[in-house]
């Protein structure tokens, strides 16, 4: 294997988590270890940043700055969900192939590191094969990211045990302060999490059970048609029983016609578009309107995915390493790989991390086995506990400055940009 | 002073919060210090279960779980939304009022102590007065608890430090997320806090804030009028100029004619009643219709008032300090009075507990002064953040199991019942 001299690009695109830019940590000091590696430069909001040359230097942030990102949620060099698209608009992905390897050129980037979901990861694949036809080496190895945990290949996604620890820890406390207002009246907690097409954020929440009665009761899993009866009925059994009910939605629950429960054309705002009434309010209009048990919803959106001030200590340092795995891969060679992590023993929980060919990655998605679900589809199994179980392992210390978490906030010192301004 | 020799009952009450097991924590240590406090008991589910002669005996519960209670949410010993209503239902006052005094009279209850908001002050008032009425001594000392921080007299009330503190830091979490994916499209997120009539919690969402242009960038106070232009227009401004605005809204927002702003009759659901909608989701469509910038909601729901895993050090300080002032008042010969915190200084940060009477307490709102808020209604000032910037110092160490919190549960050795069910 040749050695290749050159600059590092990182970037991060898709949705921020917790842990994203532990992996961007992870990439940087990594490649200061490797004089081989010239210049680390970050790009700002991924893609999009990068063909308009908005690249900064990462050797002009301090250390402890960079150690910062470990325990700093969201996307430290901004992301975006831009996609280089040839099917759907070929000539406009063409042009900016072109102008991306411009880019490269003009700042001898030689090592591409993108943090990312499927979508990015189906970038990263572009890139590389293009870096094969137009016969310029540059090492492109995707971070896997994304808090939905639906990559395929790898145990799972750096990002997911935090969003599950947090909301955990959230269904828990709410169960708490429901199970302790709850009097004959009885009462029903409907808590909406996030997840469109896959249910493993929604079935995390199970982790909050410690016994058979606690909460979550319910667990609604986009993977299962809504069954409508069966779902009062068992809120009627366990607000009878319990006197109170803990529901958890995924947000992208499906009725049993595959459209989402959410949606609802016919309700329309004074703007005349379908009235933004997520997945929770309407279960809790259903559970109101047929059981007459008092519901209150919960909504918690951009903070399950951000919520650094509870992230999983585990999911931090898995992050991490598969950032430095990914220069690691990158210094050995590899070019068009996924970093992945790999499960060598779930009791005690031992892993370590691999590499994935990219192309057997971009756009496909992982979705919970049906016999990691009860038959009834309400809640997942012992199996799904503990695989999930792990992840959310060990608290991370955040520094605070007037009770509130310090994260770090990178300087962002521009390069000069060589290019004309992207047409 | 004469020396009254009895039993102690503690009890919940309202909607429950991080703090108010601590202050039952502290009532229950400090009346163990004291020999002519004969037994401890604590009533169930607050006045209700008392009622129904719901007791356990608190001598029977390890010293640990006590002592955990101080980091635990919610209401351990249950709590109601019961009121003695003597205006409205003058008869079934009068007869709870005589089993009340029957259940006191049997378990030689002297010394009487609940924990709770406007309401439960009134019930304490009510039976205060009561016992000089019979010519039974009990000593009747109210806790003060609510996240709304709506008691008059009080600095502030126990409960309402945690919630901010847990509403700041997901407001900078939420805004690092939102506005590491801003790019020129610009985007909104409008987050929902609690609190009907007053705007205490939506305004501590400013905490959050550590420069002018951080987040919270608009705040929506139930005190101010919805000033719809002006709102739509400050979004305007704020997208154009950062591509992002992070709004905080209290959900109890009214309309210019004193209506709430997320009440709307005219929009029912499939069983005929109003569509649950909150605030936010509101606002949303307003921003979305009229500005055409996507945005996204967060209602923080019960999750914001038992996030006991980001609690306040100093509100939890202060809820335990406030149990033990209520024994040693009524030790002292009190009965009547609210335990008040009185601020001595806030720089540095200083403060003591006192009592006031609850005559003055009972049924009345605290609301922000006007010029804790700024001439336009959207954000509140330094004053405000002066007095609520100490509430939030300090962490709780919470311990985990499984990676999520450990938190405390009473045994709930009930008592022998010596009177016949409640008619």
Chains 1, 2 share one sequence.
């Not at 009834?376 to 400055?401: C, H, N, Q, S, W």
Request: aromatic share 8%.
């Amino acid at each position: 294997m040749a050695e290749l001299v050159g600059n590092l690009l990182v970037a991060q695109s898709g949705g921020p988590t917790c842990a994203i830019n532990a992996s961007i940590a992870g990439v940087i000091q990594e490649a200061g270890k490797h004089e081989i590696i010239q210049e680390i430069y970050g790009g700002l909001n991924g893609i999009l940043g990068i063909l308009n040359e908005e690249l900064i230097d990462i050797n002009d942030e301090m250390a402890k700055t960079i150690e910062g990102l470990k325990h700093t949620p969201a996307a430290a060099l901004g992301t975006c969900r831009y996609k280089i698209d040839f099917k759907k608009k070929p000539e406009k992905a063409a042009k900016d192939m072109d102008r991306l390897f411009e880019i490269f050129q003009a700042h001898n980037i030689r090592y591409f590191f993108y943090a990312g979901g499927n979508d990015s990861q189906d970038t990263a694949h572009k890139i590389h094969e293009e870096c094969i036809k137009r016969n310029f080496e540059v090492r492109v190895i995707g971070v896997p990211k994304t808090i939905d945990n639906d990559l395929p290949h790898t145990d799972h996604c750096p990002g997911y045990g935090s969003v599950i620890k947090y909301n955990a820890a959230t269904v828990m406390e709410i169960a708490t302060d429901v199970g302790s207002m709850a009097t004959d009246d009885g009462s029903c907690c409907i808590i909406e999490v996030m997840g469109r097409s896959a249910g493993w954020i929604a079935g995390g929440a199970a982790l909050a059970k410690r016994h058979p009665d606690d909460a979550p009761h319910i667990i609604l899993l986009p993977e299962i048609p809504f069954n409508e009866e069966g779902f009062l009925a068992k809120v009627k059994e366990t607000v009878e029983r319990l006197k109170f009910c803990i529901v958890v939605v995924g947000e992208g629950l499906k009725k049993p016609d595959g459209s989402e429960y959410s949606a609802d054309s016919s309700r329309l705002d004074s703007f005349g578009h379908p009235v933004l009434s997520g997945a929770a309010d309407r279960l809790a209009e259903l559970v109101q309107g047929k059981l007459n048990t008092k519901t209150r919803t919960v909504k918690l959106g951009y903070a399950q995915r951000c919520a650094g001030h509870y992230a999983s200590a585990t999911d931090i340092a898995e992050a991490v390493a598969c950032g430095e795995a990914a220069v690691r891969a990158a210094i050995n060679g590899s070019s068009g790989f996924m970093v992945k992590i790999v499960r060598t023993s779930s009791h005690p929980y031992r892993w370590t991390t691999g590499i994935h060919d990219l192309k057997e990655i971009a756009n496909v998605e992982n979705f919970i086995p049906r016999d990691w679900i009860t038959p009834d589809g309400f809640m997942v199994t012992e199996k799904f506990i503990e695989y999930a179980r792990p992840l959310i392992e060990g608290e991370v210390v955040v520094p605070t400055e007037g009770g509130l978490p310090k994260y770090a906030v990178l300087k962002k010192q521009r390069l000069d940009k060589f290019l004309p301004p992207r047409a």
